[in-house]
T-cell receptor, first 113, second 112 residues
Framework: EADIYQTPRYLVIGTGKKITLECSQT?????MYWYQQDPGMELHLIHY???????EKGDLSSESTVSRIRTEHFPLTLESARPSHTSQYLC????????????FGSGTRLTVV | SQQGEEDPQALSIQEGENATMNCSYK?????LQWYRQNSGRGLVHLIL?????REKHSGRLRVTLDTSKKSSSLLITASRAADTASYFC????????????FGQGTELSVKP
């Protein structure tokens, strides 16, 4: 079944650790996105990609980095986690045709202690 | 960047009643999309209305678009407790390359 998967679902990690949040989609979508969302708040676009080897920073400055080596995979990495990185991270994908909506993953809830 | 602004911020109704949420935006759009988010989960795409459409239906959902007023509304008829969620609108414009910028959403609570 075509879908988008995020792992882990929950992550509690100590300050200073390097972490990678995984996002994979099986729909062959060209465009992929990462959003950051605090509880009850708006989503902030932090990274996006229009295809393999394409990555751009979003509207909200983020200390994270992303890569897009394969169409289906768009991981997000924090080199040194801090408590200020505590948030929910949502991955999404869409077709290049602008007439379709986004498909979102279930999110990763990150807590940095 | 183009962002939709939802109104009201929160809405509480009884099961069976209709729920109306509004969205305003600032510039010309290609289409406007509505999404639902259950607590702690990802967003689910509900409906997309193109700039040349004025009304669209999907099950108990009815979306209208008024490009002259730069506004849209989402109506949920005969609401159910399971409709309890946050609802977001997202305008899509050509010069944003398909990026969607989401506002704070409307938090809908449907009481049994």
């Amino acid at each position: 079944e075509a879908d988008i998967y995020q792992t882990p679902r929950y992550l509690v990690i100590g300050t200073g650790k390097k972490i990678t949040l995984e996002c994979s989609q099986t729909m062959g979508h060209d465009k992929m996105y990462w959003y950051q969302q605090d509880p009850g708040m708006e989503l902030h676009l932090i990274h996006y990609s229009y295809g393999v080897n394409s990555t751009e920073k979003g509207d909200l400055s983020s200390e994270s980095t992303v890569s897009r080596i394969r169409t289906e995979h768009f991981p997000l990495t924090l080199e040194s986690a801090r408590p200020s990185h505590t948030s929910q991270y949502l991955c999404a994908s869409s077709e290049y045709n602008r007439g379709h909506g986004y498909t979102f993953g279930s999110g990763t809830r990150l807590t940095v202690v | 960047s183009q962002q939709g602004e939802e109104d009201p911020q929160a809405l509480s109704i009884q099961e069976g009643e209709n729920a109306t949420m509004n969205c305003s935006y600032k510039t010309s759009i290609n289409n406007l999309q509505w999404y639902r988010q259950n607590s702690g989960r990802g967003l689910v795409h509900l409906i997309l209305i193109r700039s040349n459409e004025r009304e669209k239906h999907s099950g108990r959902l009815r979306v209208t678009l008024d490009t002259s007023k730069k506004s849209s509304s989402l109506l949920i008829t005969a609401s159910r407790a399971a409709d309890t969620a946050s609802y977001f609108c997202a305008p899509s414009v050509y010069n944003q390359g398909g990026k969607l910028i989401f506002g704070q959403g409307t938090e809908l609570s449907v009481k049994p």
